[in-house]
């Protein structure tokens, strides 16, 4: 793709929680080539049986192998942290002129769902923004404040690449698909070719959970270009190190306390930190709660998360309980 002055200006960092939805279909119809993700599938497969809720619409849009998928399953993203329900929002928002547009351009036969949602987008738009919560729910959202802490990561270091090394250092460290050159930036892609200008629009770099091992280009003109690529570290997310509890702290303030301690390196959620270890979410509640009137963990709210993170006063305690030594 040929990018102008002004495209390389307007460069900026995005996550889009409904992208990540529609990668991890991707995931989800072809478990064989996607072995990184093997315990995430193993847990979310019987989740997703165990629902009621019809995907059929959500998985006939993302075919495999993903030759193309509809720009409008994953509008751009417009801000840098977007809720799940904002990017609904703009996907029940495009035009039915363009949805017909770009399911008629993935030149392949449509399934029933797919043809309604040709025939009526304004109905079948909102029919699949209920289906994506309803995915949300048991597939991404018990693990989406480590995938977001994730994300974050990948974007600060990428942008401590920019500050060090500049655009060329930021963009030949995306992946090994990726490439910058003096004539424009080129993507390595196994269904497309051929030379797209972005005239001005930029280029908005979505680091992404699922997108692993490829890269995927969006480049409708209804909204700005954007750039997926794999997130540094995603076996970490799946396969978490296991983590020992200091017996010395496990002594004082008890063991469950202690492991909720030991899993708390970055903000989390209890859902996801009863998933880490194993407790119930109400036991795991309450031991956060002791544990914030102790001044052990702070507490703040990200939408409709409510996020955990140690204290000075727990790092303290946790540096000297592992150096200690009887």
């Not at 989740?47 to 495999?64: E, H, I, K, M, Y």
């Not at 060329?168 to 797209?196: C, E, F, I, M, Q």
């Not at 750039?227 to 008890?254: F, K, M, N, Y």
């Amino acid at each position: 793709m040929t990018m102008s002055a002004s495209d390389l200006a307007r460069i900026r960092f995005a996550f889009s929680p409904l992208w990540e939805v529609a990668a991890s279909v991707r995931v989800l119809k072809e478990p064989a080539r996607h072995p990184l993700h093997q315990s995430w599938l193993a847990e979310v497969g019987p989740r997703l049986q165990r629902g009621t809720a019809d995907f059929s619409l959500l998985f006939d849009l993302v075919p495999t192998p993903t030759k193309y998928l509809p720009g409008f399953l994953a509008p751009t993203p417009s801000t840098q942290r977007p809720t799940l329900a904002a990017e609904l929002e703009d996907l029940r928002a495009v035009p039915s002129d363009s949805v017909r547009a770009m399911i008629e351009d993935a030149g392949r036969p449509a399934s029933g769902p797919v043809r309604r949602l040709h025939a009526d987008p304004d109905r079948e738009l909102h029919r699949l923004a209920q289906a994506i919560e309803s995915y949300w729910q048991l597939a991404i959202e018990p693990w989406w404040p480590s995938m977001l802490d994730l994300l974050e990561q990948d974007a600060r270091h990428r942008g401590a690449l920019l500050v060090e090394g500049g655009t060329d250092r930021l963009l030949n460290g995306l992946s090994p698909k990726v490439r910058w050159r003096d004539d424009g930036l080129r993507v390595a892609h196994r269904y497309l070719s051929g030379t797209r200008a972005l005239d001005g629009r930029g280029l908005v770099l979505v680091p992404s959970t699922f997108v692993w091992p490829t890269v995927f280009s969006k480049l409708e003109p209804l909204w700005p270009a954007a750039l997926r690529c794999p997130s540094r570290g995603v076996a970490a997310l799946w396969a978490p190190e296991q983590r020992t509890v200091p017996d010395a702290l496990a002594a004082v303030i008890g063991k469950s306390r202690a492991l909720l301690l030991t899993e708390l390196p970055s903000p989390r959620s209890t859902t996801e930190l009863s998933r880490r270890t194993r407790m119930s979410a109400g036991n795991a509640s309450q031991h956060l709660i002791a544990l914030r009137e102790a001044g052990l963990v702070s507490v703040r709210r990200e939408g409709r998360y409510v996020l955990y993170s140690r204290t000075a006063l727990a790092e303290a305690l946790l540096a000297s309980a592992t150096d200690h030594r009887w």
